[in-house]
């Protein structure tokens, strides 16, 4: 299949083989909405209030964001998590009120903070177990989604532990293999050559997936176990997939493109809470 990929920091325009008609999608990520009231009191004290001025300019960034793409009417709007700082009876509260404002198509996956309380124990049964708390934006099965735009398929991964567990990969191999023109979205980044120094400027560690060096120290303080074959698994598969044409995540709060494979990049998207997102041109070739 072949594409043809021209980008921005916050835009993308991609030329795809087989597609009938052109699409927009508008991605949003990283806005980190933080909002408290007396419903949750207990998380005062593990949040650090140095913040509210910047909590305060995120929700205020987020409306306008999606007040953007509601003015843009995009064939999609995609959410690829940490929309939320943490699921506050407050926060969820505001994001849902902005969600549905919205008068298209929209699918929302989670980042590592939105069904993590500050303190809270980072592993998959916390995240099953506060899947509910986003019921109002999510599928009963949260962690992976699929929908077709026309002749484009789109793959929706949630991989806010920097992992892939063998229902996921299971979902994305039998997707890929039926050869419709596909585009994904996940919220942490795979590891490429490229993103590592910027990750590593920024963060002072590479919170990335599929990172085979990662020190078991920085493993700890992230909460992250050793990587699942099925990680590795995954990324190979989306590196050797001839119908895949882009991936699109966020996390790292910067923009950074480059090439998964021959014919698929890498978008990684800026965050919400600067204002940030990106317009998604999906073009026939």
Known sequence: MRTAHNWTDDSATIGIEGLKRPLRIFQVTDSHIARLDERDEGLVNDVDLKQAGWFGRSDKAFAGVMGRAEKLKPDLVMLTGDIIHFPSAASVEFFREEFHKLSVESIYTCGNHDWNYPGGAWSESMREENYHLLQDF????????????????????????????????????????????????????????????????????????????????????????????????????????????????????FAHTDRLSEQACQYVTAAGFGGKHRLIEILPL
Request: overall charge negative; proline content about 5%.
């Open 138 to 253: 999510l599928p009963e099965q949260a962690s992976y989604q699929r929908l077709m735009l026309g002749d484009l398929q789109i793959l929706v991964i949630d991989n806010s532990l920097y992992q892939i567990n063998a229902e996921q990969l299971k979902f994305a191999r039998g997707c890929l293999a039926g050869g419709a023109p596909t585009i994904m979205f996940y919220h942490v980044p795979i590891e490429i050559d490229t993103l590592v120094p910027q990750t590593i400027e920024r963060w002072k560690q590479p919170i990335l997936m599929g990172t085979k060096d990662f020190p078991d120290e920085l493993r700890q303080t992230w909460r992250l176990g050793q990587d699942r074959a099925e990680t590795f698994e995954f990324i190979e598969l989306l590196k050797k997939s001839d119908n895949l044409a882009a991936t699109f995540c966020g996390h790292l709060h």
